[in-house]
């Protein structure tokens, strides 16, 4: 699968980004969705899931309550909005699909293949 994420920008504390994975194939629905990020020096971590079918999300804590992910399986997109942004949200974001076509959602990126290069969300104070 190859993914390509995109909507990311410099934005000042507060602001909102919503942040598209657009897949390639004819597959998409079959599988969960995952946004990670890694910022400067740090390990890649889990933000959301989105698992296949009924579509049930999971959150870090980190930003539960201010982001939501979302898909549409007709355009073979997922989609990261992001509000109240903080400035500790800066970071590149990726969006990757399970390597499983599986319901249950994870949050290991070791799960997850189709790494794109991501997209860098930049947060000013």
């Known amino acids: 699968v190859q993914l390509q994420a995109s909507g990311g920008g410099l934005v000042q504390a507060g602001s909102s980004l919503r942040l598209s994975c657009a897949a390639s194939?004819?597959?998409?629905?079959?599988?969960?969705m995952g946004w990670f990020r890694q910022a400067p020096e740090k390990e890649r971590e889990f933000v959301a899931a989105i698992s296949r079918g009924v579509g049930f999300t999971a959150y870090a804590d980190s930003v539960k309550g201010r982001f939501a992910i979302s898909r549409d399986n007709a355009k073979n997109t997922a989609y990261l909005q992001m509000n109240s942004l903080k400035p500790e949200d800066t970071a590149v974001y990726y969006c990757?699909?399970?390597?499983?076509?599986?319901?249950?959602?994870?949050?290991?990126?070791?799960?997850?293949?189709?790494w794109g290069q991501g997209t860098q969300v930049t947060v000013s104070s």
């Open positions: 990757a699909r399970r390597r499983s076509p599986l319901s249950d959602i994870r949050r290991v990126p070791t799960d997850y293949d189709g």
């Open positions: 194939g004819r597959t998409f629905g079959n599988y969960g």
